[in-house]
């Protein structure tokens, strides 16, 4: 995708808004499992209060980056879902760690 260097600035600073955010990048690769409940995230987010995971959950809902779905049981269900964009999370993470892993090699410098 060529996109012009202004909009390229801009998606590269929407993305880092939304990674600079504390507990977004983890709770974006738990939800790469699949569907999880409220409750089942607090416990695999070690460290993150409630407040800080919901008002995490609805910034990353707005952004188109996950669903949340209520499940017609009793008593009623809520689960998070990642979409296709917040999917897309996976490729960062990939690059990110081969970057890293380029970084922390001493010999990288000599290629």
Request: include cysteine.
């Amino acid at each position: 995708m060529d996109l012009p260097e202004t909009d390229r600035c801009r998606c590269f600073r929407m993305a880092i808004d939304v990674l600079a955010k504390p507990w977004t990048g983890q709770i974006l690769w738990i939800l790469q499992e699949g569907p999880l409940r409220f409750n089942e995230l607090v416990t695999r987010v070690q460290g993150i209060g409630e407040k800080v995971l919901s008002a995490r959950l609805k910034e990353l809902e707005c952004q188109g980056l996950l669903v949340r779905r209520v499940l017609p049981t009793t008593p009623v269900r809520v689960e998070y879902e990642l979409t296709c964009k917040g999917e897309g999370f996976r490729q960062v993470v990939e690059a990110v760690t081969q970057w890293g892993t380029e970084i922390a090699d001493p010999d990288a410098q000599a290629r």
